[in-house]
């Protein structure tokens, strides 16, 4: 009970945070939908496009699908990275550290704190794509969009906290967070239909978290009927996240690098 | 009653001994400071009494537990007021503070706790607004809200200016009315001297001196006499009538004195009484707490 409530009140802590700053809410909300409208309008005459599940689906169900899992993967991924160092290297983890809070208040505060924007990225995403384009969203879809939105925020949470440790600085974050995210969306048929890339890369990347997460919220917004959930992202995504858990409890600091 | 107790602690990093077979108490109630140069082991001790860095050796018992394995509740009731301090800029004084508050199971009043320290018209103020001064206040007000029992104070008025550091001073000293323990470094003579009950100095990872600021000034300084040589007197002459070695240096005779300061003040004013010689410029100096830290820390050299 107390740990469920000082989880909350540090997420709600970072969500006031987050909706004072008018750069983060920009990172997190416009590129996305900023990329959906361009790249819709540019692979608008296409019509269909060949994504990785084998089968052609509609270019707004691929770039609202693969975009909001990118967008989701470069908020939680880049924001936790820089929230840690950030407070890390202010000394406010050490004082966390010494405080009766308990340890994973502090994680269940981000990982819900982001879970709470990811879902309004999701809202904002799917809104503008079935108002806009004229995607045909069906509640099973959406319900498929939240769920995968929990594990996704949970794997890249988890990838993140191993990061901070070879990150030394807040600005060094923000710089690392979207490289890595921009690189790995190429591959993961994000920005580009993934019959552009070589074939070998397309392989490799279904073992990376991005690809699995794209294709199934891509899939999940094509499918016509079913639930078009996928089980895949639940096996590559859970590993990634179990064991950057795993290993982040034996490299986590609490302690500023800076010295 | 001993809040701390640390015995034959060491702590190495590879082959440098940061911290060399340390042993103090700290007493219930009290202000203890640590004192010493940069790298002479203060906050790698302090880390270890907080229960960030693992003792090589020795023993440390915090509020009776081995801060390494301690609960909840002992963390409960220990406070920290840290040296560097940057808090996220968006959120108010209040709001800071109160998401603090919320980690322990009796804390004070957040206003209450903003009056204290001095920052109840600025509760409402982002604390990116705010500036260095006002800032380290905010980082006080965090390490007392929780009504520690024990309160850890590592370098708190770096950076302050003569007033907020007078203004801090009071702060400590009516938290220590109110019953809190503390153990505080600082760089600064006149704060250890205003704000200690007891102080260790250390340097090279030891404890070279221990013991209330006035029982160091008087077990380690001593009290100098100096004063103009007469005209009518050789130095010579002037030692053999005070019955102590004078030296002469920068045109007056000096001599440190320790127990016998009285008789030889009282040799002296007799024979400039009898003589009619007038000592210009004579000074009697107590040493300070400054010239303890120096001699203490050098005699390990």
Redesign the interface.
């Known amino acids: 009970m107390r740990f469920a ?2 989880s909350l ?2 997420a709600m ?1 970072n969500l ?2 987050y909706l ?2 008018v750069r983060t809410v920009a990172l997190g909300v416009i590129m996305p939908v900023g990329l959906l409208v361009i790249l819709s309008w540019v692979f608008a005459h296409q019509g269909t496009i060949a994504a990785a599940a084998g089968y052609p689906i509609s270019a707004i169900a691929f770039y609202a699908g693969g975009l909001t899992a990118y967008g989701l993967m470069l908020g939680t991924f880049t924001g936790v990275m820089v929230a840690i160092v950030s407070a890390r ?4 983890l ?2 966390f ?6 340890p994973g208040s502090y994680l269940t505060g981000q990982i819900v704190f982001n879970v709470m924007i990811s879902m309004g990225l999701v809202i904002v995403m799917m809104g503008i794509a079935s108002l806009v384009y004229g995607l045909h969203l069906r509640l099973i879809a959406l319900a498929a969009m939240f769920c995968y939105t929990m594990l996704g925020v949970f794997c890249f949470t988890a990838i993140a906290l191993v990061i901070t440790r070879l990150v030394t600085t807040p600005e060094m974050g923000s710089s690392v967070g979207p490289f890595v995210t921009i690189t790995l969306s190429f591959t993961s048929g994000v920005f580009l239909p993934p019959d552009l890339m070589p074939h070998w890369l397309v392989s490799l990347s279904n073992f990376l978290p991005l690809e699995p997460l794209a294709q199934s919220m891509q899939t999940a917004l094509a499918a016509s009927s079913g639930t078009g959930i996928m089980y895949r992202p639940f096996v590559v995504l859970g590993i990634w996240g179990v064991v950057s858990f795993v290993v982040a409890r034996w490299t986590f600091t ?3 690098l800076r010295r | 009653m001993t809040v701390i107790e640390v015995s034959n602690l060491t702590k190495r990093f590879n082959r440098f001994v940061a911290v060399d077979d340390v042993s103090f108490h700290v007493n219930e109630g009290e202000i203890f400071g640590l004192l010493g140069e940069n790298g002479a082991g203060k906050t790698t001790t302090m880390e270890m009494l ?3 860095q693992r003792p090589d050796g020795g023993s440390t018992r915090v509020l009776g537990h081995d801060p390494q394995h301690a609960s ?2 002992w ?2 009731r ?1 406070g ?1 007021v ?7 800029p ?2 108010s004084v209040r ?1 800071t503070l109160a ?2 508050a ?4 009796n804390p004070r009043d957040v206003d209450e706790t903003l009056e204290l320290v001095g920052l109840l018209d600025k509760a409402d103020e982002r604390v990116g607004r705010l500036s260095g001064g006002q800032k380290r206040r905010v980082d006080v007000a ?1 390490g007392i809200v ?1 009504r520690p029992r024990l309160l850890f104070l590592d370098e708190p008025t770096t950076g302050f200016d003569p007033v907020a550091r007078r203004e801090f001073w009071q702060v400590i000293e009516g938290l220590r009315d109110g019953g809190t323990s503390m153990v505080l470094t600082t760089h600064y003579m006149e704060e250890a001297e205003q704000l200690c009950d007891r102080l260790a100095i250390m340097s090279r990872g030891q404890i070279v001196a221990e013991g209330t600021s006035s029982a160091l000034i008087s077990a380690f300084g001593a009290t100098t006499v100096r004063f103009e040589l007469p005209s009518d007197v050789d130095l010579a002459t002037l030692c053999s009538l005070a019955g102590v070695p004078f030296v002469l240096r920068d045109n007056l005779v000096t001599a440190l004195l320790g127990d016998e300061l009285e008789t030889v003040l009282l040799r002296l004013l007799t024979w400039t009484k009898s003589s009619g010689t007038v000592l210009h410029r004579l000074e009697v100096v107590r040493p300070t707490l400054n010239d303890v830290f120096l001699d203490a820390t050098r005699s390990g050299e």
């Not at chain 1, 550290?97 to 308990?102: D, E, G, Y």
């Not at chain 2, 840290?82 to 996220?88: I, K, T």
């Open positions: 409530r000082l009140s540090l802590y006031r945070a004072r700053s290297e202010a000394g406010w050490k004082r550290r010494v405080s009766p809070m308990p609490w302690q500023p | 907080e229960g960030f909840r509740e963390r409960d220990i920290l840290l040296q560097e301090s940057d808090f996220d968006l959120h709001e998401l603090f919320s980690f322990f199971s965090l929780g």
